[in-house]
């Protein structure tokens, strides 16, 4: 078996573009699914995507729908990061945000991305 | 179409689900097997010709043997030891 691995997926884009909006769920529930550690980290309009009630209107074509990929990684125990200053600047609480997301500063980003075997940025 | 007849411990009915939920559906599915035990996987999504080899290369799974049956592929994948 391999030894313990740790995926970091950012991610940048909102619900406008749902074909990019969804290729890093997609390859978080593949890794997730693999056995790999998942920190999610949502910047950005990416922000918008872990806002209650947004992951379930998002379907790109030829993918698993965005909200079923979203519970899958939460399930299986990746960890949802969303990004302080970009939350504020949308008005947006803890409150606002799915369950289990958490909000927190470039310093953990930091701590996160070093840590991990590799990152992907969307 | 295979003559095939490796004993399964159960199957996975994967038709119609997109990327990555087949790989994801799998890796649920092959934690309620045993180490040894055989899981038949039934999958449309042409990426999982390429995506299942590849999960069970890094997850310590073996993939046995796959064909095609109309239009679904079908795998069979034995379960590696626990870590």
């Not at chain 1, 409150?95 to 996160?112: H, S, Y």
């Amino acid at each position: 078996m391999p030894e313990h691995e740790k995926l970091v997926v950012m991610v940048t884009h909102g619900p406008e573009d749902p074909e990019i909006a969804t290729i890093p769920f997609a390859m978080a529930g593949a890794a997730v699914a693999s056995d790999v550690e998942v920190v999610m980290g949502f910047q950005g309009d990416g922000c918008e995507l872990v806002r209650k009630g947004v992951a379930e209107t998002v379907h790109a074509d030829e993918f698993a729908p965005l909200g079923e990929l979203l519970e899958t990684i939460k399930e299986m125990g990746g960890q949802l990061l969303v990004c302080s200053p970009c939350v504020k600047k949308r008005h947006l609480t803890e409150d606002d945000l799915v369950q289990g997301a958490e909000i927190v500063a470039a310093g953990r980003f930091v701590a996160e991305v070093t840590s991990a075997t590799n990152s992907l940025v969307y | 179409m295979s003559e095939t007849q490796i004993e399964t411990a159960a199957v996975l009915d994967a038709r119609g689900l997109l990327c990555p939920m087949p790989i994801v559906k799998t890796a649920k599915k092959m934690k309620e097997l045993e180490p040894g035990q055989v899981l038949k996987l039934i999958a449309t999504d042409r990426g999982s010709l390429a995506d299942v080899p590849a999960w069970a290369n890094s997850t310590g799974n073996e993939l046995l043997e796959r064909y095609e049956e109309g239009d679904a592929f079908v795998f069979f994948l034995r379960k590696g030891e626990e870590v």
